[in-house]
């Protein structure tokens, strides 16, 4: 979908080094949601925001944050404490509303060695 | 939170059969029910998605159908194509807004 941009679509970094997984749409959708993809396996919610200045966790929040300053961007920060930060990760969008999909970004995927 | 089930995992169909993929999730308060197609290394695509309020939808070869009963809603592909190759997610939502993810089928579309 054009109007979700992740980026990058590949990041390498060392083990014990914080990095932040940018997501940016422009189809003025109040939610965003960030998953994590591993092999063969489904989606899992890590944060998900509904509105401007305000985020839950999901299920997996451990050694993530976020934040959400501005409607267009929610960035994710992978911190030294996630043991396993090796994924796929999914950044997506909905209106908000019943009734409304999930629209997905490209993802970024993150290799920690 | 929310429990989902895909069932299976892996489905292996001539061209030109059917499909059928199961979805079982636990919360009763989910309340729209989408499914994805995701294939190798790229975003999931919404393909059908039915309302709570609506026991049936069907777009071309695909229809979705929704027991809110039982707490299952299923995927129907007709006619098959080696393009349908893919993984199917199922997402219910809740009423927080949160979409819960199957762990997918695997679909191969032998020609």
């Known amino acids: 979908d054009g109007g979700i941009t992740q980026s990058p679509k590949y990041l390498f970094r060392k083990e014990g080094q914080n990095v932040t997984l940018s997501c940016e749409q422009n189809?003025?959708?109040?939610?965003m949601y960030w998953y994590r993809q591993d092999p063969g396996q489904g989606l899992r919610l890590i944060y998900y925001s509904q509105i401007v200045n305000d985020f839950q966790k999901g299920d997996i929040a451990e050694g993530y944050s976020v934040s959400r300053e501005k409607k267009e961007s929610f960035p994710l920060t992978v911190t030294s404490a996630q043991k396993n930060p090796t994924a796929f990760y999914l950044c997506?969008?909905?209106?908000?509303?019943?009734?409304?999909?999930?629209?997905f970004g490209n993802g970024t995927r993150l290799t920690v060695t | 939170g929310e429990n989902v089930e895909q069932h299976p995992s892996t489905l292996s169909v001539q061209e030109g059969d059917s499909a059928v993929i199961k979805c079982t999730y636990s919360?009763?308060?989910?309340?729209?029910f989408p499914w994805y197609k995701q294939e190798l290394g790229k975003r999931p695509q919404l393909i059908i998605d039915i309302r709570s309020n609506v026991g049936e939808k069907k777009d071309q070869r695909i229809a979705v159908t929704l027991n809110k009963t039982a707490k299952h809603f299923s995927l129907h592909i007709t006619e098959t194509q080696p393009e349908d190759s893919a993984v199917y997610f199922c997402a219910p939502r809740n009423n927080f807004n949160k979409f819960y993810f199957g762990s997918g089928t695997k679909l191969n579309v032998k020609p």
């Open positions: 997506a969008s909905s209106i908000g509303q019943e009734n409304s999909p999930l629209h």
């Open positions: 919360d009763s308060a989910s309340n729209y």
């Open positions: 189809l003025n959708h109040d939610a």
